[in-house]
């Protein structure tokens, strides 16, 4: 099934074109910063869901500020941010889980984003005024971090991102794409809010193992949640952490398989 999607939509091509040493890397296992030579930011504009993406900004950005802002929820893990509510989410999908509630609310985007093959995770992202998102490494290589950015306060140096020391600001009607596994960090200087759509797409080169990794993200997700107040998970060993991610995937992941998700309807 994933090899028929992956050719039709030239995910094929593109991950034969790929270093195939690329090896899927989860920061919950690892110790230290991610080793691995993809560049700070992605060259997507050549896929075909990328068009889709940037022509429907005007309806993502009209459609989450309908909202008028009563259902974002501070983002799971509030040590990352200045202040504990200060970065603000409204979860669509997180690595194949469905936020019905939400994808009710907001119809529009559940139907464009639909069309996206590979899409694992979906979110709103807003990051109030004066504040910022601290240097941190993501959780993992496998996919392109990509921002659709729909209000930009301002450009740098007042606000931006920055990965492994590159700069960039958000510019409306430009998406763009980096890599989650480097460090990178984010700032809101000005008196109003920023917003931009989130998601993560799984790369081609992994695209054959997209619900595996869904079950490992999951699963490590979890288990960092519910130790984030401590550092006894990451003082374990290496191999304990693995199993640990494993094994909650071992249980996560025979859902999945019969799953017909709704995040990408490519996806089966």
Request: proline share 5%; glycine share 4%; with cysteine.
């Amino acid at each position: 099934m994933y090899l028929s999607i992956a050719k039709k939509y030239g995910y094929l091509k593109k991950a034969q074109l790929k270093n195939q040493e690329v090896k899927i890397w989860h920061s919950f296992t690892e110790r230290g910063e991610y080793q691995g030579a993809d560049p700070s930011y992605f060259d997507v504009s050549s896929f075909d869901w990328y068009s889709i993406l940037k022509n429907n900004t005007e309806v993502f950005k009209k459609e989450v500020l309908e909202t008028k802002g009563e259902i974002f929820i501070p983002y799971y893990n509030r040590t990352f941010s200045n202040s504990p509510e200060s970065w603000k989410i409204i979860p669509l999908f997180s690595w194949l889980k469905r936020f019905d509630t939400n994808l009710a609310k907001m119809p529009k985007s559940k139907n464009i984003l639909s069309q996206i093959p590979f899409l694992v995770s979906a979110s709103y992202s807003q990051l109030d005024n004066s504040s910022l998102i601290k240097e941190h490494i993501g959780d993992s290589n496998v996919m392109y971090r990509v921002h659709i950015p729909l209000v930009i306060p301002a450009g740098l140096p007042e606000c931006g991102i920055e990965v492994l020391k590159e700069r960039r600001e958000w510019v409306v009607g430009a998406p763009f794409a980096f890599c989650d596994a480097h460090k990178h960090r984010a700032w809101n200087n000005t008196s109003e809010k920023r917003i931009v759509l989130l998601l993560d797409i799984i790369r081609p080169e992994f695209a054959s193992k997209t619900k595996w990794i869904c079950a490992q993200m999951r699963s490590s997700l979890m288990l960092q949640f519910l130790f984030q107040k401590t550092k006894l998970i990451h003082k374990l060993p290496r191999f304990m952490r693995i199993f640990l991610m494993n094994f909650g995937a071992g249980i996560i992941y025979p859902f999945l398989l019969n799953q017909r998700t709704k995040t990408g309807k490519y996806l089966s």
